[in-house]
């Protein structure tokens, strides 16, 4: 049951190392409970998504850690492994749903603005498609585009900037969309109004001739 300076277990050192093998001996020979944290408040589990290792997440989570599990800065699985630029990780902890799109860190950096901040194109795109927020931003008012600009992620920018103006487009097409049906409607209730006042003058005229 030894422990590192800063608090890693044996349990937290297979997962860091990302061989399953590893983390399958120390998990069926019970060294260190799965829970342990170390001095940045992280799990064998959150450091094996942390360095993206989606095999090693996979078997702590079925030897039933704790998956929405933070660490003191409050930090998710979800915003560890789009941190770590693993795709597969990412991928993992979605179809797992490990921690929610939109959940904070102690930065308000959700896992879209963690993988921004990093540059992770890959996991940038895997999280807009799963429905996150693209316009979120962090404390600060810091925006996506702010946050891949101030770390220098020209890549992160360049998709941001090509996002922003496909939802532009998209909305346009709704707008758009939207008054052909209000027009659409419009002149419906228009030509049932004209037919309305020609039935109406049709009768009034039949009236007239039978008295």
Excluded: P
Excluded at 49 to 72: F, I, P, S, V
Excluded at 87 to 115: I, K, M, P, Q
Excluded at 142 to 167: C, H, M, P, Y
């Amino acid at each position: 049951a030894a422990v590192a300076d800063n608090g890693a277990t044996a349990l937290m050192q297979t997962a860091f190392s990302g061989i399953a093998a590893a983390v399958r001996t120390a998990l069926a020979a019970g060294w260190c409970g799965l829970e342990a944290t170390n001095s940045d408040g992280d799990t064998a589990f959150l450091l094996a998504c942390y360095k993206g290792h989606a095999e090693c997440m996979q078997l702590l989570a079925e030897a039933g850690c704790n998956t929405a599990a933070k660490d003191n800065y409050g930090t998710t699985a979800l915003m560890h492994t789009a941190c770590s630029g693993i795709a597969a990780a990412v991928r993992t902890a979605l179809a797992a749903g490990w921690c929610g799109l939109e959940a904070t860190s102690s930065n308000g950096d959700t896992a879209f603005l963690v993988a921004c901040n990093q540059g992770h194109v890959d996991c940038m795109q895997l999280l807009a498609e799963a429905g996150c927020n693209t316009a979120a931003v962090a404390n600060g008012s810091k925006t996506a585009r702010d946050i891949a600009q101030a770390a220098g992620n020209s890549a992160a920018v360049q998709w941001l900037l090509e996002e922003f103006a496909e939802r532009e487009r998209r909305a346009q097409i709704a707008e758009a969309e939207l008054m052909a049906m209000l027009d659409s409607e419009s002149a419906t209730t228009n030509r049932s109004t004209v037919r309305q006042g020609e039935q109406a003058q049709r009768k009034k005229e039949k009236r007239r001739r039978q008295q």
